[in-house]
């Protein structure tokens, strides 16, 4: 069994800054670290790894820094990673990247499996994983909350829904995304901290993966940011002071009378 | 004439409500810019009350496709009937909701179809000069807003946050067509089959939720927790935590709000010995109405509340579940 898991550099939520010129999020001089729903797809593969022997080759899509998040994943038990990076894949929208990252799956051939986060957490889109998925023109299960187990070429998983847990039989080759209950991410290893020193993994660029460079970086998204700002502040906080139990029982009445006022 | 549509969601052949919220995004795009909404809706024996309701709520036109394999959603049936769709009536804009359903077909789709997907956005807009769909969402967990736009490609399409607009109410006398159609025939080509579903029993859906109680670590233990719940049943709440509550075991993940756990959007959210993480914040600063109880008058959860006591949770609670139980009510 092959597996690949998909990883992404993303900023530090509390640093994150924005260019105003380019509208894009600066990644330079800002700590970058490993997406943290990407950790749980990271877990699920290796979880499969014990049980059925795969083979897990870990995928990132991002400037050359992106080798630390690949060496994360190594660390914590990926067998390999391949890093998917050039200059003209700068400004790539979901559908873009899908793409890139659907022909970089296409030249390291036959997974029966991709993972995936649920989404990340600077774009929060949650759309790599089924616009990937439709790319290689695979099945795609999202949401996925337990593997439960492999039979006959079919994986049998849960996916949680709104209204409760759904179960889901996923003939293979196939993508999942999964959310944090498919169990809490190990840490890296000793041995896999060795290994991630010395690693050395392949990087692909556009001439590699001999992509239409029309479908590539700004010019191949079909969406334009035209606008970023700062969500505005409308919120005046009415604060009370409850030391005493007289100053209590007046906060909890302002409390209900404030509820009451905004009917909520 | 090429027009707004949306994708109504139904669940055992009934309509669910949150296709009404698009109903209402729908109307007022379709009042911009000329275009006229219809709403497409994938399903099997979809009841033709739900139909009609579409009509009454604002669509000119429904298109139901009906398949048994359209029971249940599974991403190729579902993404075939869209991308049929697609082809027979050329929409300029599709919205969906962004639940579990609308944030895996839309994209599938938009990969397949070579369109513009924006995720979960809160509002949308027609630009004047254009009449192209301006679509704005929170990015960077919430703390900055981008617009977005999609020039050329077509349909333009986005997922629409749950509960970030009312339901469209109903219109006596309005009248509209209704389009059953059966399926193409590629929907039996399914790699994934549905094998059954477990209802979430336990508790309240805390996206679906009006009211939230969410709980973080100022509640200190556990056993503590139990007051929190109270609070909730009294006000027809459902129970959420920051994420350490949920590291530390005292809550199961999915009552986790927060950037690596649900948005919520509800009328009231009560935070109780939260401090306001910014991780948790991204999860929930988008709720109509905030209440804070904590006993640090510095929390950052203050900075987006709109009522705040600075006091101990465990003096206040109990005073405030009195008064609840009493009848104080404020309902």
């Known amino acids: 069994m092959r597996i690949a898991v998909c990883v992404k550099q993303v900023p530090e939520t509390k640093s994150v800054k924005m260019d105003p010129e380019t509208r894009t999020v600066i990644r330079q001089g800002v700590q970058a670290i490993i997406n943290p729903l990407d950790l749980y797809a990271i877990e699920a593969a290796l979880v499969l ?27 914590m038990g990926v067998d390999e990673a391949v890093l998917v ?110 290994k991630a020193k010395e690693i050395e993994f392949p990087s692909f660029d556009l001439e590699t993966l001999k992509l239409d460079k029309s479908l590539i970086g700004l010019k191949g998204s079909p969406t334009r940011v035209v606008k970023i700002f700062r969500p505005e502040v409308v919120r005046n906080c009415e604060l009370i002071k409850a030391e005493t139990e007289a100053q209590t029982v007046e906060a909890v009445d302002a409390m209900l009378a404030f509820m009451e006022d905004k009917s909520a | ?26 109307l007022a795009l379709a009042e911009k810019s000329g275009r006229k909404l219809c709403a497409m809706i994938f399903g099997n024996n979809i009841a033709e009350e739900g139909l009609n309701e579409l009509i009454a709520r604002g669509a000119e036109r429904v298109v139901a496709v009906e398949a048994p394999e359209l029971e249940h959603f599974l991403i190729e049936p579902y993404s075939v009937c869209m991308l049929d769709l697609i082809d027979k009536y050329e929409p ?110 336990e508790e309240m859906n805390l996206q679906d939720a009006e009211r939230v109680v969410v709980v973080g670590r100022g509640i200190k233990t556990q056993a503590n927790i139990e007051l929190a719940r109270e609070l909730a049943d009294l006000l027809g709440a459902a129970l959420g935590a920051s994420r350490e509550v949920i590291d530390r075991g005292w809550l199961s993940y999915p009552h986790q709000i927060g950037l690596s756990g649900k948005t919520v959007t509800p009328k009231l ?61 404020i309902c």
Not at chain 1, 49 to 74: C, D, F, H, R, W
Not at chain 2, 9 to 25: H, N
Request: with cysteine; aromatic share 4%; proline share 5%.
């Open chain 1, 49 to 75: 790894k014990e049980l059925y022997n795969a083979q897990i080759t870990a995928i990132s899509m991002g400037p050359p820094q992106a080798v630390t998040a690949l060496k994360e994943a190594v660390a």
């Open chain 1, 85 to 194: 990076s050039d200059r003209a894949f700068a400004g790539s929208d979901t559908w873009a990247t899908s793409y890139i990252l659907a022909g970089a799956i296409k030249q390291l051939g036959d997974f029966d499996l991709i993972l995936c986060g649920e989404r990340a957490t600077d774009g929060d889109t949650g759309q790599v994983g089924p616009e990937m998925a439709a790319a290689l023109d695979l099945p795609v299960i999202s949401y996925v909350n337990h593997i439960n187990e492999l039979q006959d070429g079919k994986l049998k998983v849960s996916r949680l829904v709104e209204s409760g847990t759904e179960k889901l039989s996923m003939q293979l080759p196939g993508v999942l995304t999964v959310v944090k209950e498919i169990g809490e991410p190990r840490l890296p290893t000793f041995r896999g901290k060795l």
């Open chain 2, 1 to 26: 004439m090429k027009n707004i549509w949306i994708l109504a969601e139904q669940d055992a052949g009934e309509v669910k409500a949150v296709s009404y919220e698009l109903l209402t995004r729908g």
């Open chain 2, 92 to 201: 300029e804009i599709i919205l969906a909701a962004a639940t579990s359903t609308g944030r895996t077909l839309m994209p599938y789709v938009a990969m397949t179809a070579n369109a513009g997907l924006t995720a979960d956005c809160t509002e949308l807009d027609i630009e004047e000069e254009t009449g192209l769909l301006l679509q704005t969402r929170p990015a960077i967990g919430g703390n900055i807003m981008a617009t977005i736009k999609c020039p050329e490609h077509r349909p333009q399409m986005s997922t629409i946050r749950p509960k970030s607009t009312p339901e469209a109410p109903r219109q006596e006398g309005r009248s509209g067509e209704i389009i059953r159609l059966k399926a193409p025939t590629e929907v039996n080509k399914s790699r994934v089959s549905y094998d059954g579903f477990e209802p979430e029993t």
């Open chain 2, 269 to 329: 959210y009560i935070g109780i010995g939260v401090s306001g993480a910014i991780q948790h914040l991204a999860g929930m600063q988008t709720s109509e109405c905030v209440i804070a109880i904590n006993k640090d008058p510095e929390a950052q959860i203050f900075h987006v509340a709109d009522f705040g006591i600075v006091g101990d949770l465990f003096e206040v609670l109990p005073i405030l579940i009195e008064k609840l139980k009493r009848g104080e009510k």
